[in-house]
């Protein structure tokens, strides 16, 4: 099969040397040109194989670019706060030192590992201001991220309008779900290709429409082996709690 244009000329040209044989020289190089007639036909066949090929393969990942930078447009207009555990504004957060809140941190861990399914679907960490919550929330975040596993996760804080905004919690964790893993970015995207504006809805509305009902049509084959887990710390600091 022909893999470039030059090949496809060679063909072409070769056509042309026939068609301009004189009818005397046809007639004495009829079974030679018999098989060479036969041989173009088949590089022929070839060609136009190859160029619809090419052609398919070519609209396919012109129209996959396409889609990509639709769902890159509509996730980027998704209203997201500077929150994640690693976010330049938290370039303070600290995690716990080595040694400390062993205890703690090893009942987390076995929640995160523990696969029966009827285990509970949320480690609620409660306690008094200033005993260590959000750090040991940051060190379950870091620890998540090793292991690939930290879906999202959203550092509440009071001294910053975005990160003290519950409107933004659940539009932020869907934006950091849509690229976490391609599964759940399809059908997130589907839902913002429904209503583009859905991280502006009430609380209510987002999680449903940007979280709960698109991880709800992954296909199984599609979704990830492993649980995914999302990190909110410091509820208390956000306004309009009653939202």
């Known amino acids: 099969m022909p893999d470039s244009c030059r090949d496809m000329r060679d063909i072409v040209g070769t056509c042309q040397s026939y068609v301009r044989k ?15 007639l036969e041989s173009l036909n088949r590089q022929m066949d070839d060609a136009l194989k190859w160029l619809t090929t090419r052609g398919v393969i070519s609209l396919r990942i012109e129209a996959e670019a ?3 930078r639709m769902i890159t447009d509509l996730l980027n207009r998704l209203p997201h706060a500077q929150a994640r555990y ?5 370039n303070q957060a600290s995690s716990c030192l080595e040694g400390t809140r062993t205890a703690l ?11 029966n399914p009827q285990a509970p679907q949320v480690f609620w960490l409660c306690g008094l201001a200033g005993t260590g919550k959000s750090t040991v929330a940051q060190t379950v975040a870091e620890t998540l991220q090793k ?8 550092f509440f804080s009071r001294d910053e309008a975005e990160r003290r905004n519950p409107l933004l919690l659940f539009s932020s964790i869907a934006y950091q779900l849509a690229w976490f893993h391609t599964s759940f970015q ?11 504006d859905l991280g502006r809805a009430v609380m209510r509305t987002q999680v449903e429409k940007l979280i709960i ?8 084959n599609e979704a990830p082996r492993s649980p995914v887990f999302i990190v909110i710390d410091a509820l208390d600091e956000c306004n309009d709690v009653e939202r």
Do not use: T
Request: glycine content about 4%.
């Open 22 to 36: 004189s009818s005397m020289e046809k007639f004495f190089g009829y079974a030679e040109d018999i098989a060479i």
């Open 66 to 68: 396409v889609r990509r």
């Open 86 to 90: 690693d976010a330049g504004v938290r």
């Open 105 to 115: 941190l090893q009942a987390i861990q076995h929640w995160i590992d523990d696969d």
């Open 147 to 154: 292991s690939n596993r930290l879906g999202a996760s959203f």
């Open 186 to 196: 399809r059908c997130i995207a589907s839902s913002l290709e429904s209503n583009p």
């Open 213 to 220: 009902e698109p991880l709800q049509k992954v296909p199984i």
